[in-house]
């Protein structure tokens, strides 16, 4: 308060007053603050899950000028991120995460905020986010069951080649065999050509020999016997080279040749790898000018043959003294007699000669030697030989007893070739021999029968031949013994290459006490082959030529027994083969069991090719196993089979099923249990491959059924009236007059339908116009009658956000012709969100919001009518926030309810279209805004009582 002195001076008549104080003046001079009153609470939070995301709803606090912040956070505790502002009680969150969120609601008046309130919610996906996850899981099915179909696929694949693994293996067993035979065949054949050989200048002879010897550690008897009659002479060896057991002095470049199971092998290298005699041979080159030799090719060398040779007057190794030898001709088993003829080696003696080959020898790529001879070829002859030979043999601890018999008759009449092949032979030979010593006694039996007839003055000559061994032998943790007979018929002898057949059998049993315990084993080896050469057969097949013909059975068979392993095992095959054209079948079985499993399994194979330009095979393997675990006990049974075709890799199909059954018992006495079973089509016709198929599946508590497929069809037999078919993508339903049909790629053109009830029309005729219910893709609906609880009610609606043009019709649907009340109801909201802080905001322009609705009816089969018109007016508002988002609301929104009166009992139709269409200018002054919603409804709901 302020004291002020006032003088008052009066102008005029009069003295002067004398000075006094004013009259004090009191009044508020200091301002006071405005107080708000406090903002309470938010009370009555409900969240509420709804399509697309979470509605939260609240009540209203009860003063002026109201604003609530949205905040969300991770925890009931926060951290807090302001969202959204509001003046409304509600709000609609989505995010599509499925993320569970806490949501804090804030009200503030003038700035000030009241105590938040804290819900929990979690935000539903939105629809396209469902929408796009069922497309992605469905993907998923496809996809898995694809790839099963794949693996699946791929382990047929992997089963034939298995199977013709069993096949090689059966047939590497049976040759391994077929070859002991033949080298057992050919040493005995070598044996008898060398004594017919050397006594064919005899007229005739009988030869005795005994020889008897005794001494401190040995004792030994001898008796040989022999009767030959022969005429002229033959093949004059001068020298001959067996390699039974050693190289017998053959020397070699790099490191001296080896000699394996009586083949001479010339050492490893790749500068012209060759084989030296002995020197000091005196072989007379005038009288002497032939060698003969037999060669064996191992996997795929290149031939480069040459003989060299140095004699006593010139030692030194030059090509001037090389003579050529050309590739022969391989059998089989690789196999040639080299006939090396006129060497130009006269006049001189020769000392020492060399073989080459090849360019090079290499681990897998190999020639090998089985005899060399130089001689000369002699007029025909013809010899017959007995010869027998006994021997017995006691020294130190070690008692051998053996005996050996040879019949042998050979005829060359006027024959002066070279090639000992071609002449008449007949041989028997038996061999026997017994041997006992301190820890081991042995026994072995060889026989062997044989004939060869050359083929008049041709090239070919047949031959037949059964070879027979046995052999017995026990130690003292071993006993084995072994069974083997072959028979044989050829044409020409030796190789065969024309013609041949063969029956091979062989058996051996072994038990032996080894370090992991005693082990008994046996084995069985079959096989029955016949081949030709298709051009002695007749040319008569559109690619005629020289073709090979062979058809054949093998068979395989083994069983082993030990301490904690019993196993059996059978393999057979057959095959078939003439030119480009080839059959097999082969079917394995094998049982095991152990001290923890038991296991049994079959797979069989057939398979039919053209030569690389197609095949086709079946396969099968059937499986079932039993076995315990430290998880408990396990049983599984199991069948996969295929089928496949194909065309030079570039088109295929296959089909694969299987089925299995598990079955797991714990040893808590929970049990697991799985039932499944697949059939995949696989096809393939250049562009990559198709699946399709289906899988079944039973756990215990959920049967599954899957199929991936374009189509199915299930169609009633005789065209019943009732029935259903699933076919390219939809399901039919039918009885009678009426039909169901649900799914996609039915119906009229643009009607674009996903359901249809209405008359038994069939699904290409189905329409919107004949159904008395009808679903499309685009989310409408319609549905032409309910009956409930005496009210007849009929509601359509439609939440296209298209304005004008939009339609929506309500039947028609049959009425009782009681008064219908009618509620046709617009609604459209648009709403605008700027998110960029700022003195900027959103600002309403020209224009107004408005629409109109025309509703047409329909009775009967009258003509539609224009009945009623839907004015819908509507409003804009802003919030701009300058600490906050600016929004803005465009609405529209209307609604009529009229009595229908017409007392018609025929049907009716309502149909709704939005012919009229404004909105009110929004624009922001920034320019822009990041964000929109628009949502839209349109409804007609007719009630009848």
């Known amino acids: ?105 804030t009200p503030t008046v003038r700035g000030k905020p009241g105590s938040g309130s804290v819900v929990e919610a979690t935000p539903s996906p939105t629809t396209s986010d469902l929408i796009e996850q069922q497309q992605r899981l469905t993907k998923e099915i496809a996809d898995r069951i694809e790839a099963d179909a794949m693996e699946a696929a791929a382990r047929a694949d992997g089963l034939a080649d298995a199977a013709r693994d069993l096949m090689a293996e059966a047939a590497l067993r049976q040759q391994g065999v077929s070859d002991a035979m033949e080298a057992i065949t050919q040493e005995a054949q070598h044996r008898a050509d060398g004594d017919l050989n050397e006594r064919l200048a005899r007229e005739a002879a009988i030869t005795l020999e005994a020889e008897t010897r005794q001494s401190d550690v040995e004792s030994l008897s001898r008796a040989l016997s022999e009767i030959v009659a022969g005429s002229g002479t033959q093949f004059d060896s001068r020298k001959i080279w067996y390699f039974d057991t050693t190289a017998e002095g053959w020397t070699g470049n790099g490191s001296d040749p080896t000699v394996i199971d009586g083949w001479l092998r010339p050492a490893n290298g790749t500068e012209a790898p060759w084989v030296q005699s002995p020197p000091a041979l005196e072989i007379d080159g005038s009288a002497y000018r032939f060698a003969k030799l037999r060669v064996k090719r191992v996997g795929t060398p290149v031939w480069n043959g040459y003989l060299q040779w140095i004699t006593a007057e010139d030692q030194n190794w030059d090509v001037d003294k090389r003579a050529q030898i050309p590739q022969p001709l391989w059998d089989d088993h690789g196999v040639a007699t080299v006939d090396v003829a006129d060497i130009a080696w006269w006049p001189g003696e020769v000392d020492a000669v060399r073989l080459q080959f090849g360019d090079e020898q290499a681990v897998a790529n190999y020639f090998l030697v089985d005899w060399v001879a130089i ?13 027998e030979e006994a021997r017995a043999r006691v020294a130190g601890d070690v008692a051998e007893a053996s005996k050996r018999e040879t019949l042998a008759a050979q005829l060359r009449g006027d024959y002066e070739g070279t090639d000992l092949s071609q002449v008449a032979t007949g041989l028997f ?109 007749g040319d008569r097949d559109w690619n005629a030529g020289d073709r090979k013909v062979y058809a054949g059975v093998k068979t395989w068979q083994s069983v082993i027994a030990q301490g904690d392993r019993a196993n059996a095992k059978q393999v057979e095959s057959v095959r078939a083969e003439l030119g480009e054209f080839e059959a097999s079948a082969t079917r394995s079985i094998e049982v095991i069991a152990t001290e923890q499993a038991a296991q049994a399994v079959q797979v069989q194979h057939l398979g039919v090719e053209l030569d690389g330009k197609a095949s086709a095979d079946y396969v099968e393997e059937i499986s079932a196993r039993v076995e315990v675990t430290e998880q408990g006990i396990e049983a599984v049974t199991g069948q996969l089979t295929s089928v496949k075709a194909e065309v030079d890799g570039k088109a295929s199909a296959q089909v694969v099923q299987g089925m299995e059954a598990r079955v797991v018992q714990t040893e808590g006495g929970l049990a697991q249990v799985m039932a499944k079973a697949f059939l995949h089509l696989i096809a393939d016709a250049g562009g990559g491959p198709l699946v399709g198929g289906m899988e079944l599946g039973n756990d215990g508590n959920v049967v599954s059924l899957r199929f991936l497929t374009n189509s199915m069809e299930i169609v009633a037999p005789n065209g019943a009236s009732e029935g259903m078919e699933w076919r390219n993508g939809y399901l039919r339903v039918w009885k009678g007059a009426a039909q169901r049909i649900i ?152 609604s009529f309810t ?48």
Do not use: C
């Not at 003046?87 to 804090?104: H, M, N, P």
């Not at 269409?917 to 922001?924: P, R």
């Open 743 to 894: 799914g996609p790629g039915f119906g009229a053109n643009g009607d674009n339908l996903i359901d249809y009830f209405g008359p038994n029309v069939g699904a290409a005729a189905a329409s919107k116009t004949n159904a008395m219910m009808w679903m499309d893709a685009n989310g409408s609906a319609y549905f032409g009658g309910q009956l409930s609880a005496g009210i007849l009610r009929n509601a359509v609606q439609t939440t296209t956000t298209q304005t004008i043009g939009t339609e929506l019709v309500n039947g028609p649907f049959a009425t009782n012709g009681r008064v219908r009340t009618v509620t046709v109801s617009f609604t459209r909201r648009h709403e605008r969100v700027q998110t960029t802080l700022g003195p900027s905001g959103f600002v309403a322009g020209a224009g107004q919001n408005t629409a109109r609705v025309d509703i047409y009816r329909k009775i009967g089969n009258n003509a539609e009518t224009l009945w009623q018109v839907l004015n819908v007016g509507g409003s804009v508002n802003i919030m701009n926030e300058p600490d906050g988002a600016d929004r803005a609301v465009s609405n529209w929104g209307g």
């Open 375 to 387: 001689g000369r070829p002699t007029p025909g002859a013809g010899v017959a030989l007995v010869q």
């Open 429 to 537: 030979a038996a061999e026997r021999d017994a041997r006992v010593s301190a820890d081991e006694a042995s026994a072995t039996a060889i026989e062997i029968l044989q004939a060869r007839m050359p083929m008049g003055d041709g090239p070919l000559a047949t031959e037949a031949s059964v070879t027979e061994e046995r052999q017995a032998r026990a130690d003292g943790d071993s006993a084995n013994a072994e069974a083997i007979g072959r028979v044989s018929a050829r044409m020409p002898a030796g190789d065969g290459a024309v013609a041949s057949a063969e029956a091979l059998d062989a058996v051996s049993a072994r038990v032996e006490d080894t370090e992991d315990g005693v082990r008994a084993v046996g084995d069985r080896t079959s096989s029955l082959e016949a081949q030709m050469t298709y051009k002695h057969a």
């Open 1 to 105: 308060m302020l004291a002020r002195k006032l003088t008052l001076v009066e102008i005029g008549v009069g003295a002067l007053p004398s000075p006094s104080p004013a009259a004090p003046r009191y009044s508020t001079w200091f301002p006071v603050a405005y107080r708000p009153p406090e903002v309470p609470p938010v009370d009555g939070v409900v969240p509420n899950p709804v399509a697309d995301g979470v509605l939260i709803e609240w009540n209203p606090v009860d003063q002026a000028g109201v604003i609530y912040v949205i905040e969300r956070g991770p925890s009931p505790q926060g951290p807090w991120t302001e969202i959204y502002r509001t003046v409304e009680t509600r709000y609609l969150y989505s995010d599509g995460s499925g993320t569970k969120w806490w949501f804090r609601i």
């Open 898 to 945: 009229v009595n229908d009166t017409s007392p018609s009992s025929e049907t009716m139709q309502y149909r709704a279209v939005i012919s009229g269409f404004t909105a009110q200018d929004v624009t922001h002054t920034s320019g822009t805004f990041q964000q929109q919603t628009i949502t839209q409804s349109l409804a007609v709901i007719s009630v009848e009582n």
